[in-house]
């Protein structure tokens, strides 16, 4: 009895383990291409840093606007 | 959202061609931003579903003279986010369209976003499904997230819900675009262990 217990708690470990390695959210980019990347962003748009200078260029330009607010930095922190 | 969608190509290419590009911290300036973990630039990038950290990101289109198009709260896959720039794009011509009057041109809004929010395929819908941590607290917060009458009951995957109350705002000026209760998605704040 005890040793049909001890293996129906071992397979629900091994089970429960096997899930949350499962469900675990993937690493699409590693760290050191996501630091690569930043910087290409950085570079490759031209980022206004106020909503009035971002309306005045797209006046200027005659382009539609796309503004992002962050809870931190676009080229630090995020 | 920087390493995976813009940095994407064809969405950098899309979005260079027809808009100016902003951004703005606004961490600790606004009562609605987020308060979970900041990932500095050397962080790898995690898989997550359309609209995760919908407090921390919120990404507007909008007209040359301020009016929302259309808002995308936190990460939204390159794919998608291609389909719903895209989208914003054809809402700023029925915008500027000189042969409408503004009250067809706000009923033109209205039905082109339920009619998108209906023709999303089935990828983007499972794509868009809300954090477990978001579940509980959405249905206690909310009162437009859940179906529960009908064939289908049971919570709506957020790229309906974003569409439906983008359709109550035709056109509203960024000013007065009341974010707080447009991104009410879940919780503000959620604590987990970065890895490398």
Redesign the interface.
């Known amino acids: 009895m005890r040793r049909v217990v001890f293996f129906l708690s071992l397979m629900l470990i091994i089970s429960t383990s096997a899930l949350r390695a499962q469900n675990a959210p993937k690493v699409m980019v590693s760290g050191a291409e996501v630091e690569r990347r930043t910087k290409r962003v950085i570079s490759d748009y031209k980022w206004s840093h106020t909503y009035d200078d971002l309306k005045k260029r797209a006046e200027k330009e005659g382009k539609l606007m796309f503004y992002m607010q962050l809870v931190g930095n676009l080229d630090g922190g995020l | ?4 969608t ?2 994407d190509a064809k969405v ?1 290419q899309v ?2 061609r ?10 600790g300036k ?1 009562k609605y ?4 973990n ?11 579903n359309n609209c995760a950290g919908h ?12 009016r929302v ?1 259309h808002c995308l709260p936190g990460y939204w896959s390159p794919r998608h986010f291609l389909h719903e720039m895209e989208f ?2 054809k809402l ?1 011509r029925v915008y500027y369209s000189k042969r409408l009057s503004t009250s067809e041109r706000n009923d033109k809004y209205l039905d082109l976003h339920l009619q998108h929010a209906g023709s999303h395929s089935a990828s983007l819908q499972r794509s868009s499904q809300p954090q477990n941590f978001d579940k509980g607290v959405i249905k206690k917060t909310t009162d437009d997230v859940e179906r529960t009458k009908g064939f289908k009951k049971g919570l709506k995957t957020l790229d309906q819900v974003i569409h439906e109350r983008m359709a109550e705002r035709p056109f509203v000026p ?2 007065k675009f009341d ?1 707080a209760s447009y991104i009410k998605l879940g919780r503000k704040q959620y604590k987990y262990k970065i890895r ?1």
């Open positions: 959202m920087r390493a995976v813009l940095s950098r979005l260079n027809n808009f100016v590009c902003g951004w703005k911290n606004i961490k606004k931003s987020g308060k979970s900041a990932h500095p630039p050397t962080t790898g990038a995690y898989q997550v407090h921390n990101v919120q990404m507007f289109f909008l007209s040359k003279d301020g198009l914003a794009i700023a960024f000013k974010v490398d």
